[in-house]
């Protein structure tokens, strides 16, 4: 399966091992599976705006952080 966003994987995994947050938790307020939510920080799915905005909000991500993260 290719690729459909660019994201920093391994900043975005540092970034949830580092809230200490549960990927349960955290898909929950995405509103996703876990399958989904892999799919998305994997690569293979892209994250909807609305989803980013969650993930800032959530992971306390500084505009430098979700810049390289999302590659937006």
């Known amino acids: ?3 459909v966003q660019n994201i920093d994987t391994g ?6 091992d580092e809230s200490g947050l ?11 599976s876990y399958q989904a939510f892999d799919k998305k ?4 799915s892209a ?3 609305a989803e980013v905005f ?3 909000e959530l992971l306390h991500l500084s505009m430098e952080d979700k ?3 999302f590659c937006l």
């Open 22 to 32: 549960k990927i349960g938790f955290i898909c929950e307020k995405l509103g996703i």
């Open 41 to 44: 920080r994997k690569g293979l």
């Open 11 to 16: 900043l975005l995994q540092q970034r949830i």
């Open 1 to 3: 399966m290719e690729n």
């Open 54 to 56: 969650v993930l800032t």
């Open 67 to 69: 810049l390289k993260i």
């Open 47 to 49: 994250f909807k705006a």
